[in-house]
C-alpha cells in the first residue's frame, strides 16, 4: 500500500508540471498543494526543514528571492529563511514531494524510481 503522496509547487513551474506527470503516468496518486494559492503552515515549513534543511529548502535563485531587499538576503539565518518563506512561499524550492515519513525537494527522475519502487 502506498502512503499518501503529496505534491506542494504552483501550478506554473515546469518542474513541478514534470514531476506531476511522472506520477500520474506510472498510476501513483498524488494529492496537489499549491503553496501560493493554499499557502503553507509554520508547522509543515519546520517539518521540512527538519527533514532537508532550510539550505536546500530555500530557492535562493528565485525571481521572489532576487526581488528582496538586500537586508533581508544578508546573515540568514533557519529562523529568518522560515519567516521569508512563510511571507513568500514561491522562495520553497519545488516541487517537495511528502510520501510517508519522505520529504524530497526537486524532482528527480531516477530519485522518484527508487522512492516508489515495488517492494517484493
Known amino acids: 500500500m502506498v502512503d499518501t503522496v503529496v505534491l506542494y509547487g504552483i501550478k506554473t513551474c515546469s518542474t513541478v508540471k514534470k514531476a506531476m506527470k511522472w506520477l500520474e503516468d506510472r498510476g501513483i496518486p498524488v494529492r496537489y ?21 532550510w539550505e536546500k ?12 531587499d538586500e537586508a533581508q538576503k544578508q546573515d540568514l539565518t533557519q529562523a529568518r529563511a522560515v ?11 519545488r516541487p517537495v514531494l511528502e510520501s510517508g515519513k519522505t520529504v524530497t525537494v526537486g524532482f528527480r527522475p ?8 515495488p517492494t517484493a
Request: negative net charge.
Open 33 to 53: 498543494h499549491d503553496v501560493r494559492k493554499d499557502g503553507l503552515t509554520a508547522a509543515l515549513l519546520e517539518g521540512w526543514v527538519e527533514a532537508v534543511g
Open 57 to 68: 529548502l530555500l530557492n535562493r535563485s528565485s525571481l521572489t528571492f532576487r526581488r528582496l
Open 83 to 93: 519567516a521569508l518563506m512563510l511571507e513568500h512561499p514561491t522562495l520553497v524550492r
Open 110 to 117: 531516477e530519485f522518484y524510481e527508487g522512492l516508489f519502487a
